[in-house]
């Protein structure tokens, strides 16, 4: 959680949803929920990347909410991803967020992948008993019949990493979803060979652990 007095610098993908990036315009829904959030977060800065001229029709975005708000002028929503990226790795931004599909935003983001990591995973917090809290990946940035053993090795390292940074828990415990030892499809057998050494490594996660 960020401290209400540090700012924190966030891009926003103005063209994302249904009713935007496919028709080529701003989505007034994105729009209108990043005027909501700077009014209520004094800390943000925000950044919207999409069209200067399109957003600059909507008069909310005209005020600029005291300078916290600002266009990356980008009309081709095929480049704008690219752009965000680039922000991310020279600290211009600190996050970004985006209703697009994340097949697109994984394939471009290949380039900026975390040493050691194969493929791009998408990491999601599910309930767990008395309160606890799990995080499972990849939650969909892959497709079952390409993944590859290397993969699962890669999303335990962002997994790791993710929950020390943001959850900060020093030594992460990982487990490998499968339906039980015995039944073991190849592919996670090999993965599961793969994770033994793997710092906070505790086997297959199974129904009944």
């Known amino acids: 959680m960020v401290p209400k007095d540090q700012m924190v610098s966030v891009g926003f993908d103005a063209n994302g949803g249904d009713h935007g990036y496919k028709n080529g315009c701003a989505n007034p829904h994105i729009v209108q929920g ?9 800390n943000l800065r925000a950044i919207l990347y999409g069209d200067k001229d399109e957003l600059n029709r909507f008069p909310e975005i005209r005020c600029k909410i005291h300078g916290r708000l ?4 980008q009309p081709d929503s095929r480049e704008q991803i690219k752009d965000v990226f680039r922000d991310l790795e020279e ?6 967020i ?3 599909n994340s097949y697109e935003l994984c394939v471009k983001g290949q380039r900026w992948r975390m040493e050691g990591v194969a493929h791009p995973g998408l990491i999601g917090p599910y309930p767990g008993a008395k309160g ?4 499972a990946l990849d939650i969909g940035a ?7 053993p290397e993969y699962y090795l890669g999303w335990a390292r962002i997994g ?3 929950l020390q940074i943001y959850e900060g828990i020093a030594e992460p415990r990982i487990g490998l979803a499968n339906i039980s030892e015995e039944k ?6 090999q993965a599961h060979a793969m994770l033994d050494k793997f710092p906070g490594y505790i086997g297959y996660a199974e129904p009944k652990k």
């Open 34 to 42: 990043v005027i909501q959030a700077l009014c209520r977060r004094s």
């Open 70 to 73: 600002k266009i990356e002028n």
């Open 91 to 96: 600290g211009r931004i600190q996050a970004f």
């Open 98 to 100: 985006t209703a697009r």
């Open 132 to 135: 606890r809290i799990f995080h």
């Open 142 to 148: 892959s497709i079952e019949e390409q993944a590859k």
């Open 160 to 162: 790791r990493r993710y």
């Open 184 to 189: 073991a499809p190849p592919i996670l057998r």
